[in-house]
């Protein structure tokens, strides 16, 4: 079946520091791949998407790219900022797209 | 971009009562609507997927009759939690689909606290 594992938090970072997620997945055929995040007290938010190898995707700074020789879709941003404090979930949707399979979240805490 | 909503956002009951979520497609026809929970600290659990027009399909271990989905809308499907026990206390978000292979769109979420 397909599963998605992301490194567990949480990640501390100071102000303008650079962050990354890590995040694999195993999946059977093309699926596509998905970062969301999380404020607290909220719902998710997309943030960036992928649908197909070399892919990236990119939204607010941060960016992934799906590389399939590698099952990998790391998040990166180059320098983050308070208000990048959230869980952030990477996510997978199987062939057909309607069904979601998340990894278990990664807590960002920036200090100022 | 889409918009999907959820109500109420804050619940609180006492344990025997039966409680309502809604969750709607603001601008925006949904044909699968989906309903997880997430517990603290936790990743998203899906618990069922519904269609407009047709019976949800839930996950394993997952209580169909303890968790009443209506999908009877494009825009509009609820989740009952019948019968509530503080064990059902949980954060209940869903998501919408505007069609197959489409972007699942969140909802901000509905805590729910059974006393």
């Known amino acids: 079946g397909n599963s998605v594992t992301q490194m567990e938090g949480p990640v501390t970072l100071s102000e303008e520091a650079f962050l990354t997620i890590n995040c694999t997945y195993t999946a059977t055929g093309y699926p596509s791949l998905f970062w969301y995040v999380q404020y607290p007290g909220e719902g998710l938010q997309l943030l960036l998407k992928?649908?197909?190898?070399?892919d990236k995707g990119s939204n607010k700074g941060f960016e992934a790219t799906y590389r399939k020789e590698t099952t990998s879709f790391h998040l990166e941003k180059g320098s983050v900022q308070v208000s990048d404090s959230a869980v952030y979930f990477c996510a997978l949707a199987n062939n057909a797209g309607n069904m979601l399979t998340f990894g278990g979240g990664t807590r960002l805490m920036v200090k100022p | 971009g889409a918009v999907v909503s959820q109500h109420p956002s804050r619940v609180i009951c006492k344990s025997g009562t039966s409680v309502k979520i809604e969750c709607r497609s603001l601008?925006?026809?949904?044909?699968?609507m989906f309903w997880y929970r997430q517990f603290p600290k936790q990743s998203l659990m899906l618990m069922a997927t519904?269609?407009?027009?047709?019976?949800?399909?839930?996950e394993q271990g997952v209580e169909k009759d303890k968790f009443l989905i209506n999908h009877a809308s494009l825009t509009l499907s609820t989740l009952t939690v019948t019968s509530a026990h503080p064990e059902d206390s949980s954060f209940y978000i869903c998501?919408?689909?505007?069609?197959?292979?489409?972007?699942?769109?969140f909802g901000p979420g509905t805590r729910l606290l059974v006393l």
């Open positions: 998501s919408a689909m505007a069609s197959v292979g489409e972007t699942q769109y």
């Open positions: 992928a649908t197909k190898a070399d």
């Open positions: 601008d925006f026809q949904a044909t699968t």
């Open positions: 519904s269609n407009e027009g047709s019976k949800a399909t839930y």
